[in-house]
């Protein structure tokens, strides 16, 4: 009996001692996307944020431009627990799940207003597939609107026939699939290097990115067709989150919230400003023609239709509050 009560207080001395050390957490938050893009802006100010209200006892180291974990690897490393958290982008998974593409539907939603409000319409069905996965969502943000990026000018889809297509998801590879095109996936840290190759020389982003990969060295015409805004999602695992303690807990919530309004700000402020920057650099800026808007458009109804058959009632419902 004595001897188990010592052994007890052992324990107890043995967890004062580890209690202050347990307090502290380092969390590794890979990202896909360069140092000076605004999300991973967004990302480092979110992780100081969180250093100060929780005084320093959550630190969230950020490796950005898929140095720890590549783009399309991020989820998976949250899920297996080889990083706490990251930053995905939701559509890259539209193959796991077909509510994960909704947003990047061409003509679906495209201005910053309707991917809010389709983001709100779609937040919770998205929540909770995640969280199947052992995942919570902090935050999204939106990348501004997608455009095509060409080594030479496009009058209509039909001269996007035989291009050597970048692809960042499964609908941008759809997309290619619809109009001619030959889809190869490339993640933007690997853009720049895919271009310079000759691997593609076509492709739909933001200017953000167009800007980021300084795609003006080979390719020549943006047309700003604003076709769907594609968002990134801050992701943690339940798991880590859990061992978290309250207050840092709230912090952590805090700061998301923050981090998602200043985000969405910042991407809508300074799309006009990544376009000037291509401007700058020699590039064609054009809204594209009524014909390949309109052939575009044509794309973009087949992959509504595709869309909703995949991704079912739950589907249905997301398309229904959204039109609401
Ligand atoms: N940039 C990212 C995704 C969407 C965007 O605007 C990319 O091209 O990979």
């Not at 431009?65 to 690897?73: D, Q, V």
Request: avoid cysteine.
């Amino acid at each position: 009996m004595f001897r188990r009560l010592a052994a007890a207080g052992a324990a107890s001395a043995l967890f004062l001692i580890a209690a202050p050390v347990a307090a502290q957490q380092k969390w590794d938050m890979p990202t896909g996307y360069p140092a000076s893009n605004f999300h991973t802006e967004n990302i480092k100010q979110f992780a100081a944020d969180v250093d100060t209200a929780t005084g320093g006892k959550l630190k969230i180291t950020v490796h950005d431009s898929g140095s720890l974990f590549k783009a399309n690897e991020i989820k998976r490393a949250v899920q297996g627990g080889q990083a706490q958290i990251g930053e995905i982008i939701i559509s890259g998974y539209s193959n796991e799940d077909a509510l994960y593409g909704v947003d990047s539907i061409p003509f679906l939603a495209t201005s910053y207003p309707e991917s809010q409000k389709l983001w709100q319409a779609s937040r919770q069905a998205t929540e909770a597939r995640l969280a199947k996965q052992g995942m919570k969502v902090l935050y999204s943000v939106a990348w501004p609107p997608q455009g095509i990026f060409s080594a030479k000018p496009i009058n209509s889809a039909a001269d996007l026939k035989g291009a050597k297509w970048r692809a960042y998801n499964p609908n941008t590879s759809r997309i290619a699939q619809l109009v001619g095109a030959q889809p190869v996936t490339v993640q933007a840290a690997e853009l720049t290097q895919a271009l310079a190759t000759g691997a593609v020389n076509t492709f739909m982003t933001s200017a953000a990115t167009g800007f980021d990969s300084k795609v003006w060295e080979q390719v020549k015409y943006y047309y700003d067709v604003s076709a769907w805004l594609p968002k990134n999602l801050v992701i943690v695992s339940q798991k880590a989150f859990d061992a978290l303690d309250k207050p840092s807990q709230e912090a952590l919530l805090k700061a998301a919230a923050a981090a998602e309004t200043r985000g969405w700000k910042v991407s809508a402020e300074k799309n006009a400003w990544y376009v000037e920057q291509l401007k700058k650099n020699g590039m064609m800026v054009d809204a594209g023609s009524a014909q390949l808007r309109a052939d575009l458009k044509k794309v973009g109804d087949t992959m509504i239709g595709d869309w909703a058959k995949q991704a079912g009632a739950d589907g249905q419902a997301v398309l229904d509050a959204y039109r609401k």
